[in-house]
């Protein structure tokens, strides 16, 4: 797949919170939209801090919106161009369309904790009506969020003036009728819902049910249901918490519901395993229907193999028959009627295999990538370092490196595969692994349900690409 830079290059900072929107083309001039009334803008692209670094990205169902989640618990959610006779070429851009706080940090004083802003994961609503909704969790706290347009006030009240003020009932001698003037469009972002309270653990995923009516969240050890519509109760499906915590030998990782069966999730664990649950089978679902694990090959087992098979994502294709799961070297594909070995195992960076001293050292082996499917499920997506992420054709078994990177990134150019050099002698167009950059990492993805479009996080940049368009 040839894919180009469609110039929505979106550079986040944080100084006062602001959102910086930069295309790398400094001739390109920014379009003024009316819908950024609400947000003030900055330019300082030699600032960022930590709050700035991008820690979710996900499309809604439609592909029409893409949300993006930070460490400093703000949410930016940019819209699509819409399609225009004179600008046909811009279709594939999208332009801020609200930003706001999430969650503010907060201090566990039963604890002694500090509970950070960072948002973990962000997660769309089916659209009802005219207003967006969207699910966005940090360690702690689910917070349901509605993103909704006006461009009318009402004015001509009785008991209130023009500016607000409470009037004078002695001094009202008619009625007026209140009516809806135009004013100028605004995007406003309204806490609809909060859940909290629920988890002992730090929240690493949440996942909206197929019936939209119901949600879980995952911690280190339980799985939690809620209703959307109830705030002060959900119900405890999975706790893999052990009597004595001495005991304690794998923890969940990551869990999602099935795209069409509301009664079917599964969750991963740190060991490589996937347990496929049936909510009608009991209350408690501690006890799996099925469950997928490949048996470790002897001859390579080493200090490091616990950790590199932990799985740090799992998500169903589309179409429900497959499961896809990250650890730190592979992407692998489950048919759910085999559970025995994967149907598919994609190696992502097994040149990193000869360096996992050196990446447990600083940390880097724990890092945890997601990985995404294309709308039709024969691609798969999944980041790596040096800013390079990885696609995987299911069909054609063809596999490509691709480098997000404001360098090689200008607009509408055509992004150009990338490879790795193990040893030996180095090709120009090749870069050494001695040379990979490990603090440049793509760990957030997200792919538009219907269209060949990927967002993809670098640190606090996101570079939206799309399919060669001729």
């Known amino acids: 797949m040839a894919l ?25 001039e920014e379009e003024s939209d009316t819908r950024k009334i609400n947000n003030s803008f900055l330019r300082d692209h030699n600032y960022a801090t930590e709050a700035d ?81 969207l699910l966005s969790t940090n360690d702690k706290t689910v917070k349901l969020w509605k993103i909704s347009e006006r461009d009318k006030r009402p004015e001509g009240y009785n008991l209130k003036d023009e500016d607000g003020r409470i009037r004078d009932p002695s001094t009202i ?42 949600y879980i969240s995952t911690d280190d050890l339980q799985v939690n249901l809620w209703n959307l519509e ?12 052990p009597a004595n915590m001495e005991e304690l030998t794998e923890v969940i990782t990551s869990a999602e519901f099935h795209p069409q ?21 009991a209350a408690l679902c501690d006890r799996h229907c099925k469950y997928f694990e490949e048996p470790e090959d002897p001859s390579t087992r080493s200090f490091f193999s616990e950790i590199i098979s932990s799985i740090s994502d799992v998500k169903f294709s589309h179409n429900g028959r497959y499961l896809m799961t990250r650890d730190y070297l592979t992407v692998k594909v489950w048919d759910l009627q085999m559970e025995n070995k994967p149907l598919e195992t994609y190696q992502v960076h097994d040149y990193l295999r000869g360096k996992l001293c050196s990446l447990y050292e600083n940390d880097c082996i724990f890092d945890k990538f997601e990985c995404v499917w294309n709308g039709s499920d024969s691609v798969i997506m999944t980041g790596s370092y040096n800013n390079f992420f990885r696609m995987f054709d299911r069909n054609t078994k063809r596999d490509v490196t ?13 992004l150009k595969p990338r490879k790795v050099c193990i040893g030996g002698k180095r090709r120009k ?42």
């Open 429 to 470: 167009d090749e870069i050494s692994v001695d040379s990979l950059d490990f603090s440049k990492k793509i760990l957030h993805t997200t792919w538009h349900p219907h269209e060949n479009i990927i967002a993809v996080a670098a640190t606090n940049n996101l570079y939206i690409f799309q399919d060669k368009v001729n």
């Open 53 to 133: 670094i991008i820690s979710t990205v996900e499309f809604n169902s439609s592909g029409e919106l893409l949300a993006t989640g930070d460490k400093g618990g703000r949410v930016v959610v940019f819209q699509r161009e819409q399609e225009s006779k004179s600008q046909s070429q811009r279709r594939g851009e999208y332009n801020v369309y609200s930003t706001f706080q999430s969650h503010e940090p907060e201090f566990d004083y039963l604890k002694s904790l500090e509970i950070e802003e960072k948002i973990n994961k962000i997660k769309w609503l089916p659209q009802q009506n005219a207003a967006y909704f």
């Open 4 to 28: 180009r830079d469609t110039s929505s290059l979106h550079q986040l900072k944080s100084p006062k919170r602001d959102l910086d929107t930069q295309p790398p083309d400094s001739s390109m």
């Open 230 to 241: 109830i705030t002060n109760r959900s119900f405890n499906i999975v706790d893999i918490k």
């Open 173 to 214: 001698t008619s009625l007026r009728v209140p009516v809806l003037q135009p004013m100028d469009l605004m995007v406003e972002a309204t806490a609809r819902r909060v859940f909290s309270n629920a988890h002992t653990y730090h929240i690493n995923s949440i996942s909206v049910n197929s019936d939209h009516q119901t």
């Open 261 to 281: 069966q509301c009664h079917t999730f599964a969750y991963s664990s740190s060991k490589g395993s996937i347990r496929l649950c049936d909510m009608r089978q």
């Open 402 to 414: 691709l480098e997000a990177s404001r360098e090689n990134s200008k607009p509408r150019a055509i």
